[in-house]
């Protein structure tokens, strides 16, 4: 079965932030989870109001959390703010700074040393954090990653077991995102990859570094046996298309691109698709944190 949703245009009127959250920072506790060797550095984005909220964690990409003014960059910085918005308390965990590492895009695949299955401890961690954390609703919270971190994502929900790492396996997260991961390798192995949750993937057509097609392929596998995947593709839409950042599109030539060696991989914005994704993000959270 072939998955891909019509995109749907949002008036961007319909979108426009009128919360500005600010974040904290705070420190995240390994616990048994997390291979770190220190505390994970995160920042807390909460709501207005009193009461108990779903929450997500938020896992970044190879880039790393920061900009190059050493703030949280601005695609961090926007969906903090506006999951914030809709009620939520967001979490973006910082996986690189307590191993010493400021980004990986640049290096080759198996030359990292932090590969996505590593980062799953600190998502659980992150879980954990939040789950003692006053204001926090324990049972309603999701994963949220981009590139790299939806990498993580996938792999975090994509085996039953790796929930038995909680005190309580039957309360993992209840829902994932997953902006443009690569799916070549795990649609190789789809046969593996049983989530145990609802996610939803979002994914530009044109994309050259995370290519759609294996995707496409990954949830139309998995969503024929009757599990929660679902996938949005946007044409004419490449790598990081939802960063505020972007004014233009770009060949970083300093990318290693595992599919086309030498060529480099494009990043461009795309304003309608990161307004059509924030809806859906918004709505999808909303149907499986009730």
């Not at 920042?43 to 970044?60: C, S």
């Not at 077991?161 to 991961?181: E, S, V």
């Not at 690569?182 to 990859?193: I, M």
Request: charge should be positive; include cysteine; hydrophobic fraction near 40%.
């Amino acid at each position: 079965m072939r998955l891909k949703l019509l995109l749907v245009i949002w008036p961007l009127w319909s979108v426009v932030a009128t919360h500005a959250a600010t974040p904290t920072a705070v420190e995240v506790p390994t616990a048994s989870f997390s291979s770190s060797p220190a505390p994970l550095r995160a920042f807390l984005f909460r709501p207005d109001g009193a009461g108990r909220h779903p929450a997500v964690v938020m896992v970044h990409g190879c880039g790393g959390a920061y900009g190059k003014d050493g703030q949280l960059n601005a695609r961090h910085a926007m969906w903090g703010d506006y999951l914030s918005a809709q009620g939520f308390v967001a979490l973006l965990l910082d996986s690189f700074s307590s191993r010493g590492i400021k980004e990986i895009c640049t290096t080759r695949y198996r030359d990292r040393t932090l590969k996505e299955g590593d980062r799953v401890g600190d998502a659980y961690a992150a879980l954990a954090y939040l789950r003692q954390l006053p204001g926090v609703d324990a049972d309603r919270i999701a994963l949220l990653g981009w590139s790299h971190g939806a990498g993580v994502a996938l792999d975090t929900i994509g085996q039953r077991q790796h929930a038995t790492a909680l005190a309580a396996p039957d309360l993992g997260f209840m829902a994932a995102i997953a902006f443009y991961p690569g799916c070549t390798s795990r649609n190789k192995q789809s046969g593996h990859f049983h989530p145990y949750v609802p996610i939803l993937l979002l994914i530009g057509e044109a994309d050259d570094w995370t290519p759609a097609a294996p995707c496409k392929a990954l949830a139309a596998t998995v969503a024929a046996r009757g599990e929660p995947m679902r996938i949005v593709t946007y044409p004419d839409t490449f790598h990081d298309f939802d960063n505020p950042a972007l004014t233009r599109q770009r060949v970083r030539k300093d990318v290693p691109n595992g599919v086309n060696p030498g060529a480099g991989v494009t990043t461009a914005p795309n304003v309608q698709a990161r307004e059509d994704a924030k809806q859906r993000v918004k709505t999808f959270l909303a149907e499986h944190l009730k």
